[in-house]
């Protein structure tokens, strides 16, 4: 039920590879803490790849909203990839689809980053 | 065949992934599609969450109560609090420009969009909402 996530580093953007559940409760927290991390490391290019987020509440998707505007108040950037088809439904019900720079090849996404 | 149940929970995450299991297997077994299912499972987690979180706030005095009902023609979903009740006419819009970028709100709304029909009720103390999904009867379901 949990989501797990695993870090890495491409070309001085920093890619978290989620799977499972961002949820209310242990999901979004996970990922408030991991974006908090990154931030307070300097790594303000982030890569959220969510091909493997199986599905994601209110709660969630708020997460990712503050997580945006966080990154972004702090002169970084932060951008989603691989969306599930569930993900980018609700993302379009919501009308964040266009809110966030949603990629879905990987070295484009990197490729997208601003150099720092 | 209509067939009803009902749990009496604490206010809980434990008792928001149980209510949403719950429904879950409901629309599997009322032959909801996977759609569907992911919908019904979905609005009835986020009429949970709403219970436990905004209504009574996590307090372990209180309890929700969860209300499965197929009527044959529907799936009606009654999630009731002890909190402080919500009307519904003061939540904000979350597809507003100015609301876009809020950490929160969309619990709702997201309920509206999956389901037929919503009903808010003020239990004093307490709100009931009433989640209705109506089933596909041109096609033999279970």
């Known amino acids: 039920m949990s989501m797990k996530i695993s870090t890495r580093q491409v070309d001085g953007v920093t890619i978290l590879d989620l799977s499972g559940r961002i949820t209310l409760g242990e999901g979004s927290v996970q990922l408030r803490d991991a974006v908090r991390e990154l931030l307070a490391k300097g790594q303000k290019q982030i890569l959220l790849n969510l091909a493997d987020v199986n599905y994601i509440d209110s709660s969630g998707i708020g997460e990712l909203v503050s997580a945006f505007t966080t990154v972004r108040n702090q002169g970084g950037e932060l951008k989603l990839l691989k969306l599930t088809k569930k993900v980018h439904d609700l993302l379009q019900i919501t009308k964040l689809y266009t809110v966030f720079d949603i990629k879905d090849d990987e070295a484009e996404a990197i490729g997208s980053f601003k150099q720092s | ?142």
Do not use: C, W
């Open chain 2, 1 to 142: 065949m209509v067939s009803r149940f009902s749990y009496t929970l604490d206010s809980s995450l434990e008792s928001v992934n149980k209510v949403e299991e719950a429904a879950e297997q409901l629309g599997q077994k009322s032959g909801l599609d996977e759609d569907g299912v992911f919908q019904l499972s979905m609005a009835v987690r986020e009429a949970a969450i709403n219970a436990v979180l905004h209504g009574n706030a996590y307090d372990p005095q209180k309890k929700i109560t969860a209300t499965f009902e197929n009527t044959g023609s529907s799936l009606i979903i009654r999630i009731s609090d002890q909190g402080q009740g919500l009307d519904p006419r003061h939540l904000p819009d979350p597809l507003a420009p100015e609301n876009l970028l809020n950490g929160s709100g969309r619990g709702i709304f997201l309920i509206r969009q999956f389901m037929d029909e919503v009903h808010f009720k003020l239990l004093h103390p307490g709100t009931e909402l009433t989640l209705i999904k109506n089933l596909d009867t041109t096609q033999n379901s279970a």
